[in-house]
């Protein structure tokens, strides 16, 4: 198999940041999990090119907690903290680009 040159990965790239931008916003559905404390507002967007790390960070000081775990689908998984919002979403989200996250104080699953 021949190697690919270094600039192949460019148009890639390019391409995922094109559908990152047009999906936009992207709806999110967050839902506490156990003892943890809800939000007033649970339902909210957030920029599809941020990444998943920034939603943690928001969602922690909303909640004004150090330690938080949140899971994609309901417990399903844990995403990577540079995941780009739009990619969650386009992967694990409804036809409406809405994405549920549930969020948990203490690690719940796995």
Not at 68 to 77: H, M, S
């Amino acid at each position: 198999m021949s190697k690919l040159p270094p600039d192949a990965a460019g148009p890639v790239w390019s391409h995922l940041e094109t559908l990152r931008t047009e999906k936009g916003k992207v709806v999110v559905q967050a839902k506490a999990i156990g003892s943890t404390p809800h939000l007033q507002q649970d339902r909210f967007t957030i920029d599809g090119t941020k990444r998943f790390a920034d939603l943690v960070n928001h969602l922690k000081m909303r909640l004004r907690l150090d330690t938080l775990y949140v899971y994609c689908n309901d417990g399903a998984f844990e995403p990577s903290p540079d995941e780009y919002m739009g990619d969650l979403s386009r992967c694990f989200g409804t036809q409406n680009n809405n994405l549920t996250l549930s969020y948990c104080k203490e690690q719940a699953f796995g």
